[in-house]
């Protein structure tokens, strides 16, 4: 894909150019704009500026862009939320600085609507110096709970779990508020949410036990997310005296742990079947495969918590397979290369998890190459930790830090995260020098938004692989592309041919499809943790009859034309602009 036709180039808003003045009294600032949300004007608002709301406001996420979109659509929303008691949280407010060129002032306020159903509520104020006077560049709006319900955000620990969810002598339900398929980070997150707000649910998974979506992986998987941005729910699940990058037993583990702390209901060893919409009733029935036995389950919802990328794996295919001597697998097939010691691998792809394949076949003795197709991006972890460690670590309370991450528009989040990695690639230009002289081809100013936000996968956060592809101990192939088979190997478009006893692929999945009307809920730990509280309360509000009201109106939007991240970066740091 070009990157003129990728969406995140295309989002409206960017970081402000103005500098907030010298002995500026931040909260002094924001107080006075907070009170001013109570009935907002155009002229409160830069000529860029945004509002970006995650179901507080408008039932869903939805950003709006320039002071007359702002100001229509807070006119409507308001009218049917009735906001009131708008106050600053007191030493909230701060003065953010990021380059030499762009400074605002921040601060978090709380609401009430009083619309239906009755909410209470969080935001973002962030102000600029513009035209002799403070004026708002970006707001943010997040719901934080529902009155008379209980709290999302809190979970008591039980003592008393029921294994696989039988009960000895009780006939056990087969009608659900809701039934949640898949009890990966997605779905243990939404089970627990739903739990807290006394939804009657089920957890259903394929798998025999709790964890292990993560320990059926590949031998050497591992996050490649810091350890604070992978809690789940509820409580710090993974300690200080946990690694920094868990590997997959150690993911594995604290999912189990923190299962059976908060008591989740669950089957495991079933299978999800079929299911047909009642319009009558308005509920599924869903047949399921538990242990071999067939149930007809019944639910008002269905949350399908499945893999952020499908689970359908794309081998790609060349001629004369039938030739080759040797092992083919993809990546969902393999395990470790122990026994594989002195032959030849070949991993195919270069990405997150054709790295830490490559490490691994290196790391067991065998000969490794990485055939690469298109430039990579590559985040050095020691790069992304001081990015990441910022807002997650062990003081930012998980909460806080949820909220500065995720209620961010993302063309905001976009630049600020490009800005600081951008920097450290510039300063440490020998790096990525080496990489390409070892033949690895190189997108050194990536986007890491894109890959995580739209394309799902594509870079590699670096983990250890970079360096072996430096020294030599993983040997690069990107000059010529795989057009079939061989006896020994793979036959390339420049003539040659790569010698393997082993081929592993390492493709985008295929996006599974989905019927409509169901929920769906997917993506890393960090946004697993944090959606998963909108998903809770929007099943918890449609079951009492009072569903979030979704605002559908689509105002315009601007003609822009996109302008290259690292360039943006570069301007941001006090080059000269072009």
Known sequence: MSTSARVVNNLPGGLPIAQVPL???????????????????????????????????????????????????????????????????PGSARVVQIGVRSSWVEARFVFKTNGIPRQNGSGFVSLIPADGEWKIWLLRTILEGIDGLPDVDVLNPTAHLVPNGHQNGIVEPTNYDCVVVGAGQAGLAAAGRLKALGVQYLLIDKNAAIGDNWLLRYESAKLHTVRNYAHLPFERTFTPDWKEFLPKR??????????????????????????????????????VIREGKEVILTTKHLVLAVGGGGQIPRMPTFPDREKFKGVVLHSVDYTDAKGWR????????????????????????????????????????????????????????????????????????????AYHLHKMIRADPERFDSLERAGFLLDRFGDITYHVSERGGGHYMDVGGSGKISKGLIKMKSDALITAYTENGLLLSDGSELKADGISFHQPDSLE?????????????????????????????????TPLPVYEKLPGRPNMKARPLGEITEFLAGAEAN
Request: hydrophobic content about 40%; overall charge negative.
């Open 342 to 417: 002195g032959k030849k691998g070949v991993v195919v792809g270069a990405a997150n998890t054709a790295h830490d394949v490559a490490e691994d076949m290196q790391a067991a003795g065998m000969d490794t190459t990485m055939v690469q197709r298109q430039a990579t991006y590559v985040v050095p972890t020691d790069y992304y930790l001081k990015v990441t460690g910022a807002v997650f670590n062990d003081q930012i309370p998980i909460e806080i830090a949820d909220r500065i991450q995720f209620s961010n528009p993302i063309a905001i989040g976009r630049q600020i995260v």
């Open 513 to 545: 499809r989905f019927h409509p009307g169901l929920w769906y809920t997917g993506g890393t730990l960090g946004h697993s943790r944090f959606f998963s509280r909108f998903l809770g309360l929007q099943i918890r509000a449609a079951l009492d009859g």
């Open 250 to 287: 150690d993911v594995a583990k604290g999912f189990e742990i923190w299962f059976n702390r908060y008591g989740i209901n669950a089957w495991f060893s079933t299978n999800l079947e079929s299911g047909k919409w009642d319009e009558d009733k308005k509920e599924w029935a869903i047949r």
């Open 23 to 89: 002995h500026t009294n931040p909260e002094t600032v924001a107080l006075d704009y907070v009170q001013r949300l109570q009935s907002l004007k155009a002229s409160d608002f830069t000529e860029d500026a945004l509002w970006r709301d995650t179901f507080a406001f408008t039932g869903t996420v939805r950003t709006f862009h320039t002071p007359a979109d702002i100001k229509t659509s807070w006119n409507d929303v308001t009218e049917t939320h009735k906001p009131s008691d708008f106050a600053l949280i």
